[in-house]
């Protein structure tokens, strides 16, 4: 079993940054491939990046890709979501995600989910 709580989340101003943090607990944790994914009202649950456990292979997604970074700090269990100059279309509820592995990053493949946290970025 493993639990996430997402936090880190608020409302911004078109051009800001904000850290999302994922802080992952569970005895097999270690191996897994975290991912982030965003949803807005009415909408499925869209990709925003992945990363494994041990800090390898990050992927983002189109559209945020060249303004976000992720990452991992192993000693403290926690996966960062960095992303910077925040666009109104980046609004939505974020989750992260965990699986032990992934093949097309689809949000069907990944098990366990925290609770979100929401975005808001004001034009």
């Known amino acids: 079993q493993v639990q996430l709580v997402e936090s880190g989340g608020g409302l911004v101003q078109a051009g800001d940054s904000l850290r999302l943090s994922c802080a992952a607990s569970?005895?097999?944790?270690?191996?897994?491939?975290i991912g982030w994914f965003r949803q807005t009202p009415g909408k499925e649950r869209e990709l925003v990046a992945t990363?494994?456990?041990?800090?390898?292979?990050?992927y983002y997604a189109d559209p945020v890709k060249g303004r976000s970074a992720i990452s991992t700090d192993n000693a403290k269990s926690i996966v960062y979501l960095q992303m910077n100059r925040l666009l109104p279309e980046d609004t939505a509820v974020y989750y992260c995600?965990?699986?032990?592995?992934?093949?097309?990053?689809?949000?069907?493949?990944?098990?366990?989910w925290g609770q979100g946290t929401q975005v808001t970025v004001s034009s």
């Open positions: 995600a965990a699986a032990p592995y992934v093949t097309l990053r689809r949000a069907s493949e990944f098990d366990y």
């Open positions: 990363i494994r456990r041990d800090g390898r292979s990050p």
């Open positions: 569970g005895k097999t944790f270690g191996s897994y491939v």
